[in-house]
C-alpha cells in the first residue's frame, strides 16, 4: 500500500488535500501544530496519485508510491 | 531519530514519488492558509530543476504578497520598487546575457503601477520570464480593487462592487501580452484543481524555454486564491475560480512562436 506522510510543522491547515483527495481518506486530525494549525490525518488506503501533495501549496505532504501498487498516478 | 525522519525514507518496496527539490527553500512561507503563492512556487522551482538553471538563475522580485519571494527561493535575486520589476530584469539581463532571467509579480504590481513597464519590457522583446499571479485583488495590503478585480466584485475600495461604468473592466494580461510583437510566448493557467496545476506547470516550463531559447518575452499568467481578502475559505476560494475566474480569463496559450 503507498502512503503518505504530513510534514506537521510545514501544515497551515487549509484542508486543499481534503478537497482534492480523490480516495477521500484525508480527514482534519483534531491536533494543532506549533503554529496553530489544525493538522490533517489519513485513514484508508491511500493510491499513491499523489494530488494532495500537487494542491499542498506549502509542500507539507511527501508520498511514497508502494511497488506492487500499479497504474492510477503520474 | 524521531518518528517522522523514519517514515521519511522509503521503505522495502517503495519510491518517493513526491518530494521538492533543491531549488526551493525549506523555509515554511509567511503567505495565508490555502494562499497558491506556495503552489506557483514549486512549480517554479521544480522548471529550474528540470531544466538545470537555477545557478545561473536570477529572480527580480515585486512588491506585494510577493516581496518575500527571495527568503524561498536558492537563486540569486534583486528586489525591485513597486512594479518596476521587468525593467530591472531588462537591465539584469542585458548586463548578464548568460544568465536565466525571472519576475515573480501580483497583479497590484504588475497590472497596476507596473503596466507601463511590463508592457513596454515585453514589446522591446526582452529576453526575460515573467510569472504574473492574478488574483483579482491587491493581497498584501488589504484587499483593494486591482485592475483584474471582476465585476461587481466587493472589495474594501469597491464597496458596492467593480462596476463597468465606473472603474471599468478587468485587464486580460495574457491576450494583451500575445498582441505584442516581442512576446514569444504567452499563456494562462489556474492552479485551483490537480488537473490546472499539471498543466499550469507545463506553461511555466514553455516560457523558460522561451527565454533559453531566446526567442523574447515570455509570459505567463496563473489564476490564484486569495482566501483571506475573499473572505472565503480555501475550498470555497477553489470554486470561486473555477465558477467565476475563468469564464472571465480563459485558459490557454494565446502565443508560442516555437510553436508556430
Redesign the interface.
Known amino acids: 500500500m503507498s502512503r503518505i506522510v504530513f510534514l506537521e510543522e510545514r501544515c497551515k491547515g487549509c484542508r486543499l488535500c481534503v478537497d482534492a483527495c480523490p480516495a477521500g481518506i484525508l480527514r482534519p486530525s483534531g491536533r494543532f501544530n506549533r503554529q496553530g494549525y489544525e493538522v490533517m490525518e489519513t485513514d484508508g488506503a491511500c493510491t499513491g496519485c499523489a494530488s494532495c501533495a500537487v494542491m499542498c501549496p506549502d509542500t507539507a505532504i511527501r508520498v511514497f508510491k508502494s511497488a506492487k501498487a500499479k497504474g492510477d498516478a503520474s | 531519530m524521531s518518528r517522522?525522519d523514519k517514515?521519511?525514507r522509503?521503505?522495502n518496496?517503495?519510491?518517493?514519488?513526491?518530494?521538492?527539490n533543491s531549488v526551493?527553500n525549506e523555509r515554511?512561507?509567511h503567505?495565508?492558509?490555502?494562499?497558491?503563492?506556495?503552489?506557483a512556487h514549486?512549480l517554479v522551482s521544480e522548471v529550474l530543476h528540470e531544466l538545470g538553471v537555477a545557478d545561473k538563475t536570477i529572480l527580480v522580485a515585486s512588491v506585494g504578497c510577493a516581496a518575500f519571494t527571495y527568503d524561498y527561493f536558492n537563486v540569486d535575486s534583486v528586489e525591485a520598487p513597486h512594479g518596476r520589476a521587468c525593467a530591472v530584469a531588462t537591465g539584469v539581463r542585458r548586463a548578464r546575457p548568460d544568465t536565466v532571467v525571472f519576475t515573480y509579480q501580483g497583479d497590484g504590481d504588475m497590472a497596476a503601477i507596473g503596466i507601463g513597464e511590463s508592457l513596454h519590457a515585453a514589446n522591446r522583446g526582452e529576453k526575460i520570464t515573467a510569472v504574473f499571479i492574478n488574483n483579482t485583488v491587491y493581497g498584501m495590503t488589504g484587499g483593494q480593487m486591482a485592475p483584474t478585480t471582476l465585476l461587481g466584485q466587493k472589495t474594501t475600495t469597491s464597496k458596492q462592487g467593480r462596476s463597468l461604468s465606473n472603474e471599468g473592466g478587468p485587464i486580460r494580461l495574457a491576450e494583451i501580452m500575445a498582441q505584442l510583437q516581442g512576446v514569444a510566448y504567452s499563456a494562462r493557467y489556474a492552479l485551483d484543481?490537480?488537473k490546472h496545476?499539471?498543466e499550469a506547470k507545463k506553461a511555466v516550463r514553455g516560457a523558460f524555454d522561451a527565454q533559453i531559447a531566446g526567442l523574447g518575452f515570455s509570459f505567463v499568467e496563473l489564476l490564484s486564491g486569495c482566501?483571506t481578502n475573499w473572505n472565503l475559505?480555501?475550498?470555497a476560494a477553489?470554486k470561486r475560480i473555477a465558477n467565476d475566474m475563468i469564464p472571465v480569463f480563459p485558459l490557454g496559450v494565446f502565443k508560442d512562436v516555437a510553436d508556430e
Do not use: A, M, W
Not at chain 2, 13 to 20: A, G
Not at chain 2, 31 to 39: A, N, S, V, W
Open positions: 517522522t517514515c521519511l522509503p521503505q518496496d517503495e519510491k518517493l514519488v513526491f518530494d521538492v526551493l515554511v512561507t503567505y495565508c492558509p490555502g494562499c497558491h503563492h506556495g503552489i514549486r484543481s490537480v496545476v499539471r482566501p475559505d480555501p475550498v477553489n
